[in-house]
Each structure stands twice: as C-alpha cells, then as structure tokens.
C-alpha cells in the first residue's frame, strides 16, 4: 500500500496550490480520501472529506469557500485545490484514505508567507 502526497511548497498570502495524493495497493474507488493537516503545536485536524463516489464533501469551516477536493478513481489520486492562501493555512497537509483499513500519507509541507 502507498499513499504519497506532492504539490506542497511556499506560496504568498493570497496564492494558490494544488495538492495531489497518488494511491496504490487498495482498492481506492470505495475508500473515502480525506485530507487532514497540522500545524505545529497544534493537533492534526480534519481539512476536507469526500466519498467513495465523489459526491459528498466536508469542509472545516476555516477552508469553506476556499479549498476544493476532487477525485480521479481512475488515476487512484485525490486532489485538494488550495486557494485564497492565509499564512494561518500553513501546515503539514496529509492524505488519509479510510474503509476496511485507514491510510496515510507521510505529509507535504505548505508554507504560506510573503
């Protein structure tokens, strides 16, 4: 099983980033893919859901209206379209993907700061 994150990086207040979560060795298109992130201090906090399907979503309510995630079950990948960047959104951003068994990723960094 991998569960690897890429796009992560440093941006100014007000960017934009894309963040992609690649998986293999499941079956991917019946797990949920979330995505979670934590700041340092701070504990690991949910950033956004979507089911198997593609249908549902949640957002936390610090990235409502700002972030999107998205699925391709084709290309076993999620995706987290960041935009409207606040250095408060600066954080190690990782992928979990969650039915029989719960995965993680090993994280990107995003570091939002003029």
């Known amino acids: 099983v991998r569960v690897v994150e890429s796009g992560g990086g440093l941006v100014q207040p007000g960017g934009s980033l894309r963040l992609s979560c690649a998986a293999s060795g499941f079956t991917f298109s019946s797990y949920v893919m979330s995505w979670y992130r934590q700041a340092p201090g701070k504990e690991r906090e949910l950033v956004a859901t979507l089911s198997s399907g593609g249908v549902s979503t949640r957002y936390a309510d610090s990235v409502k209206g700002r972030f999107t995630i998205s699925r391709d079950n084709a290309k076993n990948t999620v995706y987290l379209q960041m935009n409207s960047l606040k250095p408060e959104d600066t954080a190690v951003y990782y992928c979990?993907?969650?039915?029989?068994?719960?995965?993680w990723g090993q994280g990107t960094q995003v570091t939002v700061s003029s």
């Open positions: 979990r993907a969650s039915y029989i068994r719960t995965y």
